[in-house]
């Protein structure tokens, strides 16, 4: 079974910058062992060019492997006993939130939880970082929603906070999104080419996404998620209701993304491929589809 066991043998600590405005974050991951084998080690550069760095282990006990089973989760999505009854399609939440959402460029969750509860207009709600993440289960995941009160929901908000930690609570009263969420590019939806999209697919992203947008498993990144270069488009893929479905979004992605490890698309170019992905097949968003089966009544007789 796929693991975080590629983790397990990087020596060298993987670094991940994103300029922000002046300064810049620094999350360093280094893994020595499976269980209770995570130490962030936070940097801020000064604008000066010095570093300043903090390193934190996770906390001793309970929480500590709740944190653990958490980022394991987020890793291993497709195949985790825990989340595999509730995902619908083959991607991890690590296939979006790049390096399971220790990456500063696209869609971190460091930060994430000093924003919540925070009000989604998508909901027309105020909503838990529970409640977030159910959604991406139902949408992102082509899943059903998992209970925001059990113990897998649990877990992963427990490593998404351990991510946050030390982040000033500013609560968003627009949307439903942390203080570090993607950079979004200008994108006009009037203007797109789906003849150029094709292009960019074929020539920048279908030889590890597969000409058909399947996926190739085979590809397995040493830095990636477990399962391959996962889907795009597809029965394997996100629905229509996910983020990544919306233009902007997807976009805003790909330009800050793709080609994996090697970003260099035009914005034009990144808008381009993300209509052209987005014109394919993929799910329909249907509520009540996404919602679980009403637990079975117990007869009184019983
Ligand atoms: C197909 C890509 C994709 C997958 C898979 C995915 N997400 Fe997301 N996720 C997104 C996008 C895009 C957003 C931002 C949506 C927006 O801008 O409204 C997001 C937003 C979030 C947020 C809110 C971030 C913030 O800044 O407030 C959380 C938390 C989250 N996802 C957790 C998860 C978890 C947990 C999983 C796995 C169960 C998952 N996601 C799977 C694409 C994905
Ligand atoms: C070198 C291989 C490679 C190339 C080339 C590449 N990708 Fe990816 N892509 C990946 C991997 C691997 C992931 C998932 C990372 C993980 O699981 O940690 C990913 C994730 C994604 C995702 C989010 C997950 C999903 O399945 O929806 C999108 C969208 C995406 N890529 C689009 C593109 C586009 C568009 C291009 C071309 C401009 C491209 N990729 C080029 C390897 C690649």
Redesign the pocket.
């Known amino acids: 079974m796929p693991s975080a066991g590629h983790l397990t043998s990087l020596r060298v600590p993987l670094a991940i910058r994103l300029a922000n405005k002046q300064r810049a974050f620094h999350i360093v991951l280094s893994a020595a062992s499976k269980v209770l084998l995570l130490t962030v080690v936070l940097c801020l550069t000064l604008p000066a060019g010095t570093a300043l760095c903090q390193e934190r282990a996770i906390p001793p006990g309970k929480l500590g492997e709740t944190i653990a089973l958490g980022r394991e989760i987020?890793l291993n999505?497709a195949q985790h006993p825990l989340?595999k009854p509730y995902k619908g399609n083959a991607?991890?939440?690590s296939?979006?939130?790049l390096k399971n959402g220790t990456d500063l460029n696209n869609?971190p969750?460091a930060g994430?939880a000093a924003?919540y509860p925070?009000y989604s207009p998508r909901e027309d709600a105020v909503v838990t970082?529970a409640d977030?993440?159910s959604y991406?289960?139902m949408r992102?995941?082509n899943g059903i929603q998992p209970p925001v009160d059990g113990a897998m929901v649990t877990a992963?908000a427990a490593y998404?906070t351990w991510l946050s930690e030390g982040t000033a609570i500013k609560m968003n009263s627009v949307?439903?999104?942390?203080p570090?969420?993607?950079k979004q590019i200008n994108v006009n939806p009037d203007d797109v080419n789906l003849e150029n999209g094709r292009k960019v697919y074929e020539g920048q992203c279908a030889a590890c996404h597969g000409e058909h947008g399947e996926g190739v498993k085979e590809i397995q990144l040493p830095e990636a998620s477990p399962g391959g270069s996962p889907p795009l488009w597809g029965n394997n893929s996100?629905n229509k209701g996910?983020?990544?479905y919306e233009l902007q979004?997807a976009a805003s992605?790909i330009k800050s993304s793709m080609p994996y490890a090697a970003a260099n698309l035009s914005e034009k170019d990144a808008a381009d491929a993300a209509a052209y992905i987005n014109s394919k097949e993929r799910p329909d968003f249907v509520l009540k589809r996404h919602l679980p089966k009403a637990a079975p009544r117990v007869k009184l007789s019983d």
Do not use: E
């Not at 949307?175 to 942390?178: I, N």
């Open positions: 987020s999505t989340s991607l991890n939440c296939s979006c939130h869609l969750y994430v924003a925070a970082l977030r993440i991406c289960f992102s995941m992963i998404i949307a439903a999104l942390g570090n969420s993607m996100y996910a983020g990544m979004k992605f």
